[in-house]
């Protein structure tokens, strides 16, 4: 089954009629070459979801040699690896800019529970999140570590904003490091779930008992 790609959603804006010119190949420099190929490892699986891709397939996508691929990467679990990897920066500084935009840490934690919502609710993003996630991704060697950095840098906003709502009084008992835990674990049950199939609630029903439930946990006034 194939994803259809929505180029709003990051994937590479280069025409294939300009990825694949004829004549001698055209020379692109190193960042322009790995950017190219990471975005054409995203659209090989958007094609071929849930199953797997080839290099073959994956540089036919970029229009680029096998030569290019080795002066970036030793295997295709590389580039792969480098594709989530790159998602997840992109991901980190989305939330880490709307936490700065936030005008008080009882917004700003409402902002990060939106956030990531929003992975479940919009198709856009769902999608998204399904293919950097599929099974050819999550098997390569190092996917583990990487998922966990990327756990991790999710989570360090969403501490900053308790030890900040704990500081002002807003959030009146609360462990950052701790909640911060178990809040994404939370808000990523209900992000699996969507994945699956098997949500229920519609996007307000979830906010909103998600909400309730934090804001009990963690002493949030009404």
Not at 30 to 46: F, G, K, S
Not at 78 to 87: K, P, S, W
Not at 117 to 124: D, I
């Amino acid at each position: 089954m194939a994803i259809a790609l929505d180029r709003s959603d990051g994937a590479s804006e280069r025409p294939r009629s300009q990825r694949k010119p004829r004549g001698p190949a055209p020379a692109y420099g190193p960042e322009e070459e790995r950017a190219m190929m990471i975005a054409a490892a995203y659209e090989a699986l958007a094609e071929a979801y849930p199953g797997p891709v080839s290099v073959s397939k994956i540089l036919a996508e970029a229009g680029l040699s096998t030569r290019s691929f080795y002066r970036h990467f030793q295997s295709k679990d590389e580039l792969l690896l480098a594709m989530f990897q790159a998602e997840s920066d992109r991901a980190t500084q989305r939330v880490e800019k709307l936490e700065r935009c936030a005008t008080s840490p009882r917004a700003a934690l409402e902002t990060w529970i939106e956030h990531y919502l929003s992975l479940a609710f919009e198709p856009r993003l769902l999608r998204r999140s399904l293919i950097v996630g599929s099974p050819e991704v999550s098997r390569v060697v190092g996917f583990a570590k990487a998922l966990n950095e990327m756990r991790a840098a999710q989570r360090a906003p969403l501490e900053r904003i308790l030890r900040a709502g704990a500081a002002d009084g807003t959030f009146r008992h609360t462990e950052p490091v701790d909640d911060a835990v178990a809040i994404q674990d939370l808000v990523f049950s209900l992000l699996n779930r969507a994945r699956e199939g098997s949500e229920h609630m519609n996007r307000e029903q979830a906010r909103a008992r998600i909400l309730d439930f934090v804001a009990r946990a963690i002493g949030l006034g009404r």
